[in-house]
């Protein structure tokens, strides 16, 4: 779900857009593929999110039974506003990591 509500960081070195799940947060809603999962609370809320994290282990799962010669990409994209706090940040990268996705990448606009 690409929206231009959210504001994206620039950076110099950057690639093309990866094939890969795209997490998106908008004002505090989390969106995996434009599905809507999550939303998130407060800065006391930690750890990964649940249906976030089951949402990507089960696309992983299903693409492999799918498509067995095509390996999951391991990577998630990170689609988050410039501005958000670090803790929402955090929670959607923990959700990537409990769907056993380390390979983190940010959208961002190039310089």
Do not use: W
């Amino acid at each position: 779900m690409l929206t231009e509500e959210v504001r994206l960081p620039s950076a110099v070195n950057t690639l093309p857009i990866l094939d890969a799940p795209l997490m998106s947060l908008i004002d505090g809603r989390v969106f995996v593929d434009g599905d809507p999962v999550d939303e998130l609370g407060d800065a006391t809320e930690t750890g990964s999110l649940p249906r976030a994290t089951h949402l990507l282990r089960s696309r992983r799962e299903n693409l492999s039974f799918l498509q067995p010669d095509r390996p999951f990409p391991a990577r998630v994209v990170l689609h988050i506003d410039r501005d958000a706090p670090a803790y929402q940040v955090k929670r959607l990268v923990a959700s990537a990591s409990a769907a056993g996705i380390y390979d983190i990448d940010f959208m961002v606009v190039q310089r």
